[in-house]
């Protein structure tokens, strides 16, 4: 976390907010929402259904955009973004890969066509020249010539990979990437991911619910209620066998947990810790000892009566 935090930031936000508004309803998906995602960092984000994950991502995606708040991406302030640079934004800046290969991937065209297709303002020849070499990196330059119905769930997904890197962008974007395939195929795309990050310097942010998967990143957050609540370190012992995808295949823990504190040095403990101490109400006991701030359950209150 500390080399990160000497590098100049792709991802800023601060206290971002996101209300959708229906004649009869209005929710509330982001409540001042605050993270920080370093230049060629790949994290994950986890979280419930609903809990805001995927509306931070289409935030930072320029596919919605915030009702207030700060939102910096690669320099540029997603709040002031005209129509036409918000197009040029995610045209240049942003590449995206879904759960869902229908938004990935035409049917009736090839692979390689497949990764020429964002490519629609280079010559011929870079784009074929370009394609295939995207094909090479996610190790299908020998199924070029297949289509979507020729290809397996994994394989399909990897196209995607490719397709999201077309315009060589900064910022990657991956909606649960593996959560249609099976454990050694969510595995190998994690395996590529990360070698892709780490030999073009692409920030590489993975949404998951998949647990396992997110124990072999580095950094994790968890996003809960439309906030960052929690982040996930891995421990410096584990750091060097990140390259090996095979490890870490239990639950043993290998992160280090850290609760976040927004700017008014509020904090979100996790719902499952507080449910270990049966905590109930909106109390807990503070004390501070020394270096250390300790939160304790409450003492049952007195039902004597003077």
């Given at each position: ?147 979507l119905a020729q290809l397996s769930g994994g ?99 290998v992160q280090d947990e850290y609760v976040v ?35 304790e359950k409450p003492e049952p209150e007195s039902?004597?009566?003077?």
């Open positions: 976390m500390e080399a990160y935090e000497s590098t100049p930031p792709m991802v800023e936000c601060e206290n971002l907010v996101k209300i959708y508004k229906t004649k009869d309803i209005e929710v509330l998906a982001l409540q001042g929402l605050e993270v920080r995602i370093a230049k060629g960092e790949l994290m994950a984000i986890i979280g419930n259904s609903g809990s805001g994950k995927s509306t931070f991502l289409n935030m930072i995606g320029g596919l919605d955009r915030p009702s207030a708040g700060r939102l910096i991406v690669d320099g540029k302030d997603l709040f002031k973004l005209s129509d036409r640079e918000l197009v040029d934004y995610k045209r240049r800046t942003v590449g995206f890969v879904w759960q869902n290969n229908a938004r990935n991937l035409v049917p009736y065209l090839t692979a390689w066509q497949n990764v020429q297709m964002p490519m629609l303002f280079d010559k011929g020849a870079q784009k074929k020249r370009r394609a295939l070499e995207l094909l090479e990196m996610v190790g299908l330059a020998h199924k070029k010539n297949s289509r394989e399909q997904q990897r196209i995607a990979v490719a397709i999201s890197l077309a315009n060589r962008p900064k910022l990657l974007l991956a909606d649960e990437p593996t959560g249609s395939v099976d454990a050694k195929t969510g595995a190998y795309i994690l395996d590529m991911l990360r070698a892709i990050n780490r030999d073009t310097g692409v920030t590489i942010v993975i949404v998951t619910h998949d647990p396992l998967l997110a124990k072999k990143v580095n950094r994790v957050v968890a996003i809960r209620d439309g906030k960052i609540s929690s982040e996930r370190i891995m421990k410096q012992s584990y750091l060097d066998r990140l390259h090996d995808i095979n490890a870490f295949t239990d639950t043993k823990e504190l927004d700017r008014a040095g509020r904090l979100q403990i996790p719902r499952d810790m507080l449910d270990k101490l049966h905590i109930e109400g909106n109390r807990m006991k503070m004390e501070l000892r020394e270096d250390k701030i300790i939160l039902e004597d009566k003077e």
